[in-house]
């Protein structure tokens, strides 16, 4: 697998993002992506729901994906699935190898940090036990169409 060189126009996905089907849905249309971790944040089950949201945690490291060269038009989408609870920033993540990124990620709004749990998210759980409830639940893809 080539190195990626991630810009602005790339995505931290932490939570259900990291399902490609749920992704593609999102932005209309399946994206490269490539493993990282975002150091300095730690991620939380959202109380009574199935998805995760991450703050800035000492000592805390999130494994998830870096979605590559997402349009403007993806972001508009991104923008209205995760909804007033997540503001997109500008963080660092790192790569397999260990070097240092610039890439955008949805982080819990400080208004919102109340909603989460101090259960930390579990993808594999999420993948086994919560995905099906989501994608049948979750308001933001109303929001999307």
């Not at 080539?2 to 810009?7: D, I, K, N, T, Y």
């Not at 975002?38 to 945690?57: D, K």
């Not at 989460?116 to 919560?130: D, I, P, S, V």
């Given at each position: ?17 990291m399902?490609?089907?749920?992704m593609a ?6 994206l ?6 975002l150091?300095g ?6 109380r ?14 999130v494994?998830?994906l870096?979605?590559?060269d997402i ?10 699935f995760e ?6 920033l500008p963080v660092?993540?790192?790569d ?10 949805y982080?819990?709004r400080?208004?919102?940090?109340h909603?989460l749990?101090?259960?930390?998210w ?24």
């Amino acid at each position: 697998m080539p190195p990626f060189q991630p810009a602005t126009d790339d995505l931290f996905a932490y939570g259900s993002l990291m399902c490609a089907d749920i992704m593609a849905s999102v932005v209309g249309g399946h994206l490269r992506c490539t493993p990282a971790t975002l150091p300095g944040y730690r991620r939380f089950l959202v109380r009574e729901e199935q998805y995760p949201g991450v703050i800035a945690g000492m000592g805390g490291v999130v494994a998830g994906l870096v979605y590559h060269d997402i349009s403007v038009g993806g972001w508009s989408r991104l923008d209205r699935f995760e909804g007033e609870m997540y503001t997109r920033l500008p963080v660092s993540v790192q790569d397999t190898n260990g070097r240092e990124f610039r890439v955008c990620c949805y982080v819990v709004r400080n208004e919102f940090h109340h909603r989460l749990t101090t259960t930390e998210w579990n993808y594999a759980a999420f993948l086994r036990q919560g995905k099906k409830i989501f994608q049948n639940q979750y308001c933001g893809f109303k929001e999307i169409d």
